[in-house]
């Protein structure tokens, strides 16, 4: 099964009395900012301007976003971050910033290749020093087609469900037979499934998240103490705090507990689509009664009872046992890439430097 691209939509939709080059302002008002987002049926949870709210008041960035008008009703809004230097000819920009989610431009109606291009165009026209953009893979034909010149392609893969056809169909049809069995024996394993946004949810799940973060660590020859830095810079507990405060109608935790225990947990952010962005558990149990495949049984269901067109898995990267877990349920392997624009090799000598670092360490990429 194949996840349809909107770049075959895109591409169809008639030039008519467009403008080539696009009127452009900032900042985008909220209220047409959510009207774009509500007519893009691509459109993800992280490209929402809840979703933007929260980055700059809890990733204590710049919201430089921008709303691109081509006249005739079609108009694209391009979240976008800064850090709070106001130095803009030195200031790095990012849609969205790591560890946030997907970005790239959202619009009214599906945007043409050369719309897109004309976009990027303007990105690398201002005085910035780089600019990242992951958009959403979904997207990925389309951005083949429109980067021009100076931006650099990134590979990465990432796994999308099809939700077309409601949840019967997705789990008669596209979780394989050893998923619904092993769905089968979780629920007989006694485990309790609950959902929401408290405080106290996020708190089981950062427990989960620290101890898997060790895990992670250990696989990979990392330092507990290196570990415990990276994953507290990266995800606090205080983000997801105020996650759940901020974005509060996208984010929903979902918390598999045995005996009142947690010992599995996931981070689904749900809107028009669904985006499964983080996981954790207790691998001492959570393996041994399939929790996990519980918790994607119980947040697929949701999204499909909501009305979303697809479950977005999120970055897979190069590991085999995660692209199975994924495949296991039905989701597609999407190749896409993150594009990144720089006025100096900024992303080369980061590079450079982490590789320099893992190599003393004795860090191995799993």
């Not at 290196?226 to 983000?239: E, H, I, M, T």
Request: hydrophobic residues 40%.
């Amino acid at each position: 099964m194949t996840i349809p691209s909107s770049s075959e939509a895109s591409q169809a939709s008639p030039a008519g009395d467009l403008q080539a080059v696009p009127n452009v302002s900032m900042p985008v008002a909220e209220q047409m900012w959510n009207a774009v987002y509500q007519t893009d049926d691509q459109a993800m949870p992280t490209q929402s301007p809840k979703w933007a709210e929260a980055v700059a008041r809890i990733g204590r960035f710049r919201d430089v976003s921008r709303l691109y008008d081509f006249g005739g009703g079609q108009r694209a809004v391009l979240p976008m971050f800064a850090g709070q230097m106001p130095g803009a000819r030195w200031s790095r920009q990012f849609s969205p910033p790591a560890a946030w989610g997907f970005g790239g431009p959202i619009a009214s109606r599906p945007l043409s290749a050369a719309q897109l291009r004309s976009i990027l165009e303007d990105v690398a026209a201002l005085p910035a020093l780089s600019t990242q953009i992951r958009p959403n893979p979904l997207d990925a034909g389309l951005w083949r087609e429109a980067a021009p010149r100076g931006w650099t392609a990134i590979a990465r893969t990432a796994h999308v469900l099809s939700l077309e056809g409601g949840f019967d169909k997705v789990f008669a049809s596209r979780f394989k037979s050893d998923t619904r069995n092993r769905i089968r024996r979780a629920e007989r394993a006694g485990l309790e499934i609950v959902s929401g946004n408290s405080t106290d949810l996020v708190g089981e799940f950062h427990a989960l998240l620290r101890r898997s973060i060790l895990r992670w660590g250990r696989r990979q020859g990392e330092p507990a103490p290196l570990a415990r830095f990276r994953g507290n810079l990266r995800d606090p507990q205080s983000k997801f705090v105020g996650l759940a405060a901020v974005a509060q109608p996208l984010f929903r935790l979902w918390i598999a507990r045995l005996a009142g225990k947690p010992v599995a947990a996931i981070l689904v952010l749900r809107d028009r689509q669904a985006h499964y962005t983080r996981g954790a558990m207790d691998e001492t149990v959570a393996g041994e009664t399939y929790a996990n495949y519980l918790l994607h049984h119980a947040a697929i269901k949701d999204a499909c009872e909501h009305g979303c067109r697809h479950y977005h898995m999120g970055e897979t990267g190069n590991s085999a046992s995660l692209a199975q877990f994924k495949s296991r349920f039905g989701a597609v392997a999407v190749p896409y890439a993150e594009y990144r624009h720089e006025r100096l090799p900024i992303s080369a000598l980061q590079d450079k430097a982490k590789s320099m670092v893992k190599r003393m360490i004795g860090f191995r990429d799993v």
